[in-house]
């Protein structure tokens, strides 16, 4: 089974940063097209970034577009999720998500194979 593994949530002010990361030993993040998904309480799990696994610009969804920057080293075999400028409505349960075969271009309902165990993201005073 492959393990992804979120870290770098927790709580913040809003209007701060916080920089979420995601690591895996079990498969090689350059070959895929990889994604950050967030749940927040109440709501369904939505999309918010992505990275094609043939390059090209990322994908964003409007609420996080100039706020938060996906990037994804290759080195390191890690994916990041830099956000910037935290609201309140960013609060929620932030999951990496990888798959073989997808293509990043806003649609967020397709399946992705492999999943991280999600972190928690608290923007509040």
């Known amino acids: 089974q492959v393990l992804l593994v979120e870290s770098g949530g927790g709580l913040v002010q809003p209007g701060g940063s916080l920089r979420l990361s995601c690591a895996t030993s079990?498969?090689?993040?350059?070959?895929?097209?990889v994604a950050w998904f967030r749940q927040a309480p109440g709501k369904e799990r939505e999309g918010v970034s992505c990275?094609?696994?043939?390059?090209?610009?990322?994908y964003y969804r409007r609420s996080v577009n100039g706020r938060f920057v996906i990037s994804r080293d290759n080195p390191s075999n890690t994916l990041s999720l830099q956000m910037n400028s935290l609201e309140p409505e960013d609060t929620a349960i932030y999951y990496c998500?990888?798959?073989?075969?997808?293509?990043?271009?806003?649609?967020?309902?397709?399946?992705?194979?492999?999943w991280g165990r999600g972190i928690q993201v608290t923007v509040s005073t």
């Open positions: 998500a990888a798959d073989l075969w997808n293509h990043c271009d806003g649609d967020f309902t397709v399946r992705y194979a492999h």
């Open positions: 079990d498969l090689s993040l350059a070959d895929y097209t």
């Open positions: 990275i094609d696994k043939r390059g090209g610009d990322p």
